[in-house]
């Protein structure tokens, strides 16, 4: 026999040296809740592992994924109270505001990402300014570039707008640029889908809409052209990173969309995916660290370059301690 593919699956070592997709802790970016308050540290129900943190014990956290070799996060703001318009989203007192200052200044190195969204801020839980029970496109754009210029002014690198509102990017990007914050980037949840997967987050955002669903502005799961149309607008607007949103329900996307763009991609492996893992490894199903292991690798092998996910300390440990 001339071919033996079997001959580079002998070792350990030899599969190491021609494995084609490998993943690495410095491709995670780890979710962070940040609430109002001191001294508070509360586990987050149906994402074991998570809690709501106060930010003088953000450091906790943070020494911790970087010694991981993690050196990247997403922080989420839970405020102390909402109403209609999410005001509490760009006070300069507010909890993202005062983590991002926090942190730039005791680890200069750590890459911020802000998610940009008033879902978490509004009494209604909607990711926009509800008219007549209609969420108000162009409105919403307003507050949005309002609570961008608040994270920019705090010292995040990059907002992460996930409102899914048209012409999002461009109003950033436009308010950024005309404020002094040229370097601020956007990364860009470009195609995010109207997804159930969501679920653990909305408890730990405390975001559930009060009416309706969210499939007004959150894409139809049934579409990937859309996807393609979403990503190319968010780039013509600005965007330095797009993303796909679930993950693992969404390779197609992943690669389709990879093939077509030359800017990163990142892929966002969210709540209920993580959730879905734990609970089937708590039953005895499988170890959920290597099937998180397969997951990681399939998400990076279909295309992202960036992978947001609630696994990242456990993945990075176990990469860490060199795999396959
Ligand atoms: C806010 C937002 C959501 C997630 C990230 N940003 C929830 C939603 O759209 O309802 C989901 C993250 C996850 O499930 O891990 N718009």
Do not use: T
């Given at each position: 026999m001339k071919y033996r593919p079997r001959r580079l699956r002998k070792s350990k070592n030899i599969r190491a040296l021609t494995r084609e997709t490998k993943i690495s802790p410095d491709n995670f970016i780890h979710p962070v809740f940040v609430v109002e308050g001191q001294n508070v540290k509360e586990e987050i129900p149906g994402l074991s592992g998570f809690f709501h943190r106060s930010v003088d014990l953000l450091p906790e956290l943070i020494d911790e994924i970087l010694a991981l070799g993690i050196n990247a996060v997403l922080i989420f703001g839970i405020p102390e109270a909402k109403d209609e318009q999410g005001?509490?989203?760009?006070?300069?007192?507010?909890a993202v505001q005062k983590a991002v200052l926090k942190l730039k200044k005791q680890y200069p190195k750590l890459v911020i990402f802000s998610d940009l969204c008033l879902c978490a801020y509004t009494s209604h839980g909607h990711c926009g300014i509800v008219r007549d029970d209609k969420i108000d496109n162009d409105k919403t754009l307003k507050v949005l570039e309002k609570v961008a210029l608040s994270h920019a002014q705090a010292g995040v690198d990059f907002v992460s707008p996930s409102?899914?509102?048209?012409?999002r990017v461009s109003a950033v990007r436009r308010k950024l640029d005309q404020s002094g914050y040229s370097e601020v980037g956007i990364m860009s949840y470009s195609a995010k889908y109207a997804s159930t997967f969501y679920g653990p987050f909305r408890d730990a955002a405390r975001?559930?809409?009060?009416?309706?669903?969210?499939k007004t502005y959150q894409m139809d799961p049934a579409n990937s052209l859309e996807a393609a149309k979403e990503v190319k607008l968010d780039i013509n607007e600005g965007a330095d990173i797009v993303m796909v949103k679930p993950a693992l329900p969404y390779l197609d996307i992943i690669k389709g969309i990879k093939e077509s763009i030359n800017i990163p991609l990142a892929a966002y492996s969210v709540s209920g995916e993580y959730a879905m893992i734990k609970a089937a490894s708590k039953e005895g199903v499988f170890s959920d660290e290597e099937v998180m292991f397969e997951v990681m690798t399939a998400i990076k092998r279909a295309g992202a370059d960036i992978i947001i996910t609630y696994y990242a300390k456990e993945m990075a440990g176990y990469c860490n301690k060199g795999v396959g």
């Open positions: 005001s509490y989203a760009w006070k300069d007192e507010g409102d899914m509102m048209d012409g975001s559930e809409p009060s009416f309706g669903d969210r």
